[in-house]
Structure formats: structure tokens, C-alpha cells
């Protein structure tokens, strides 16, 4: 995380100054961008060098990265991607950026979607979640994707043309509205990451998120539940029997999420992942004949 501050466009050593960036950056160049990152305030301002140094292929562009980066610009936006579950996600400017802690949610999605199972990726941002659930099932499943946001729907394209199956689809709408009518009662999987920060919490977000990210993508209203209301109220209508929707939440709200569920008539599990500070909630549609 960086603060954010105007910077120096000065940030390059004269040498290097209109001239290609070397293969191999110089140990005085690596010190010089990851002081400028370090008097910015980013926490992971090494790391956050050696990723700059990679994207850039010229000292205009790194100074303008540099620059971006210290004004408070998340890095996943600078250069244009983010590292998620092992994978290279784009993430333009204004999209959400897939947190880590969501790699969870797609392995306990993983292990639920057999060969063919058909996928679905609701509010689905960049499509991260889809593209890496297609990369961890290691078998075919048939996915598609849908969000509200535009630019999140030509990011998710992108990302899961690369990695998903050939015959996945992402459709630009608001939650079950934007999918084929012929997905009724047919979904194995649904991956629903939605927003879930309560609207008087959005103030206390870092910069990065508060002012680089779509308000959308992280407002769930009132309580945070407003989405998954609406979400888990529809989901027995297109689960398949036996299918199971998925989202993430947090510790507390995790006892009101289950209510929300459980209402709609799913039978709801909890997961955490310790090392992540993950939870996941996992709401099944009875298969047929089940009291």
C-alpha cells in the first residue's frame, strides 16, 4: 500500500535517461525506484520493484509507473495485471483487483466442480476467480461469467479467452439478468463474489481500493448483505438440484450470511482459511426429494 503523494517524475538515474532499460537493472537503479516507493509509503516497496522493472521496457515508462505508483495508483493497475492463484490476471484501470484471500474460494469451488460441471462466474470483476477455477480443476467444465461493469466485462473476456475453456461466454448485466434463460435450473457452481463492505465502512478503505476501484464492486449496502440477498434469493431457481452457490464474506457477518442463505432454502456450510484470513460460505440446493 502507498500513500498517496504527487512525487518526482525524478526518479531515474541520468544515465539511464532516454536510453532502453538494461535486461538486468543496475543495483543503484533497484535503490533508486524502491526509495522513491519507500518515501511513498508503499510496505512492499522491494517487491513492488522488482514487478515495475519487469513491466517496463523504457525509462519513460518506468518513470510514469513510478510516478503513478507513489500518487497512489494500486500497482495491479500501473502495469496492468495481477499474480493470482499462480495465474497473470489484466486488470484495467478502475477494476477491482482480485485480493488473494480470494484464492480460496476458488479451491473449495474446485473441489466441488466435476468434469463438465457447468460453471458460473457471477460479478465476476476480471474474471480471476473462473480463470483460475478452470486452471485448478485440471478437467473440462463448462464456464461462463457475467458483471455489471463494462470495463470488468472486457477485462473478464480477456482473461478467460487465455484460460478457460474454448465456448466460455462472459455477458455484460446486472447478476442473473445478464445470463441465458437456458442456465435455469442447470448450475453446478456459483461463484458470487460479491461486494460485501457495509456502505459507512467504505470511507475506512485504503485509497487504493476506496478511489481506484469501481464503488460498485465493493458496496453491499446498509450491512454489507445487500447483493447476496438478491443473489442468494434467485440461486434455487438456477442451481441445478444438488448445485451449490459460493461466496466470500466476512468473520462478522459470517452468522447473518448463513441466515440469508438458509432462508432462501439452501443448506449452508462454513469454511476459513487460517493463513489466508478467508471465509467462505458454501449454500447447497437440496438434491430432488430431499424433505
Given at each position: 500500500m502507498c500513500a498517496e503523494s504527487p512525487g518526482s517524475d525524478d526518479v531515474l538515474p541520468p544515465v539511464l535517461r532516454g536510453v532502453p532499460l538494461p535486461v538486468h537493472p543496475s543495483t543503484s537503479l533497484r535503490s533508486s525506484v524502491t526509495a522513491r516507493l519507500r518515501a511513498a509509503g508503499c510496505v512492499f516497496a522491494e517487491d513492488e520493484t522488482r514487478i515495475l522493472l519487469s513491466a517496463a521496457d523504457t525509462p519513460a515508462r518506468l518513470a510514469t509507473m513510478i510516478r503513478d505508483r507513489a500518487a497512489g495508483r494500486p500497482l495491479e493497475h500501473v502495469v496492468g495485471w495481477a499474480e493470482f492463484a499462480g495465474l497473470r490476471i489484466s486488470v484495467d484501470p478502475g477494476v477491482f483487483v482480485p485480493r488473494r484471500r480470494s484464492e480460496f474460494l476458488v479451491r473449495t469451488a474446485a473441489a466441488l466442480a466435476r468434469e463438465n460441471a457447468q460453471v458460473v462466474d457471477l460479478c465476476c470483476g476480471s474474471g480471476a476467480l473462473g480463470a483460475a477455477l478452470a486452471a485448478e480443476v485440471g478437467h473440462p467444465v463448462r464456464l461462463c461469467a457475467a458483471d455489471l461493469d463494462p470495463a470488468a466485462v472486457r477485462c473478464a473476456?480477456?482473461?478467460?479467452?487465455?484460460?478457460?475453456?474454448?465456448?466460455?461466454?462472459?455477458?455484460?448485466?446486472?447478476?442473473?439478468?445478464?445470463?441465458?434463460?437456458?442456465?435455469?435450473?442447470?448450475?453446478?457452481?456459483?461463484?458470487?463474489?460479491?461486494?460485501?463492505?457495509?456502505?459507512?465502512?467504505?470511507?475506512?478503505?485504503?485509497?487504493?481500493?476506496?478511489?481506484?476501484?469501481?464503488?460498485?464492486?465493493l458496496d453491499g449496502g446498509a450491512d454489507g448483505l445487500d447483493v447476496l440477498r438478491r443473489v442468494a434469493a434467485a440461486a434455487p431457481h438456477w442451481l441445478a438440484p444438488g448445485g451449490a452457490l459460493l461466496f466470500e464474506t466476512s468473520d462478522q457477518q459470517a452468522e447473518a450470511a448463513l441466515g440469508v442463505v438458509a432462508a432462501a432454502g439452501l443448506t449452508a456450510a462454513l469454511g476459513y482459511d487460517e493463513d489466508l484470513d478467508a471465509t467462505v460460505v458454501t449454500a447447497v440446493r437440496p438434491p430432488l426429494g430431499t424433505p
Open positions: 473476456r480477456r482473461n478467460l479467452a487465455r484460460s478457460a475453456a474454448p465456448g466460455t461466454e462472459v455477458f455484460e448485466g446486472d447478476l442473473f439478468e445478464a445470463l441465458p434463460t437456458g442456465l435455469r435450473g442447470r448450475v453446478d457452481v456459483l461463484l458470487a463474489n460479491v461486494p460485501y463492505v457495509p456502505t459507512a465502512d467504505i470511507e475506512f478503505l485504503p485509497a487504493e481500493a476506496r478511489v481506484h476501484e469501481a464503488r460498485p464492486a
